[in-house]
T-cell receptor, first 112, second 110 residues
Framework: DGGITQSPKYLFRKEGQNVTLSCEQN?????MYWYRQDPGQGLRLIYY???????QKGDIAEGYSVSREKKESFPLTVTSAQKNPTAFYLC???????????FGDGTRLSIL | RKEVEQDPGPFNVPEGATVAFNCTYS??????FFWYRQDCRKEPKLLMS???SGNEDGRFTAQLNRASQYISLLIRDSKLSDSATYLC???????????FGPGTRLSVLP
């Protein structure tokens, strides 16, 4: 089945540690996105990529990094510089034009 | 002013009720519009795209008013399973970015 796979579902980070969240899609979508959602809040854009080897910062990129070496994959690293990383992280993808986004089922990150 | 604003909610309605959600957007260059639903602790899922002429999918009707920069979602004959947060999403085709409203929570009560 085509879709977006995020892993792991739950992740725990120690102080000072970098962690990487995986996002893979087999929908042949060009654009991929990372969002953060805090409890009771809306989605905030962290990074997005419209094409391989290119990505742009969203509204809250500080403390995060991404790469887009393959069309299918858009991993997000939460660095130790992100002082409040506890949140629900959502990856999405879309084709160009007026088509909607499709989401993975998310990763919940907590601090140990 | 926020780019996308929605009714603050929550909406608590009895089963069978009709409920309407409103959404306004500030970017007049926005070209594509969507409603998503998000269940508690789950990812958003596309409910329906919103077309200029308005569109209907079963009990759900979406309307777009470009002049007023306003989108609506009407749910008829509410079911318990309609309980969720409804997200209004606007896309600017120049920036290729999706802008999410904060969501409106709906609880359908037995």
């Amino acid at each position: 089945d085509g879709g977006i796979t995020q892993s792991p579902k739950y992740l725990f980070r120690k102080e000072g540690q970098n962690v990487t969240l995986s996002c893979e899609q087999n929908l042949n979508h060009d654009a991929m996105y990372w969002y953060r959602q805090d409890p009771g809040q809306g989605l905030r854009l962290i990074y997005y990529s419209q094409i391989v080897n290119d990505f742009q910062k969203g509204d809250i990129a500080e403390g995060y990094s991404v790469s887009r070496e393959k069309k299918e994959s858009f991993p997000l690293t939460v660095t130790s510089a992100q002082k409040n990383p506890t949140a629900f992280y959502l990856c999405a993808s879309s084709i160009a034009g007026g088509e909607p986004q499709h989401f993975g089922d998310g990763t919940r990150l907590s601090i140990l | 002013r926020k780019e996308v604003e929605q009714d603050p909610g929550p909406f608590n309605v009895p089963e069978g009720a009709t409920v309407a959600f409103n959404c306004t957007y500030s970017n007049s260059a926005s070209q594509s519009f969507f409603w998503y639903r998000q269940d508690c602790r789950k990812e958003p899922k596309l409910l329906m795209s919103v077309y200029s002429s308005g569109n209907e999918d079963g009990r759900f009707t979406a309307q777009l008013n470009r002049a007023s920069q306003y989108i609506s979602l009407l749910i008829r004959d509410s079911k318990l399973s309609d309980s969720a947060t409804y997200l209004c999403v606007v896309k600017d085709n120049y920036g290729q970015n999706f802008v999410f409203g904060p969501g409106t929570r709906l609880s359908v009560l037995p």
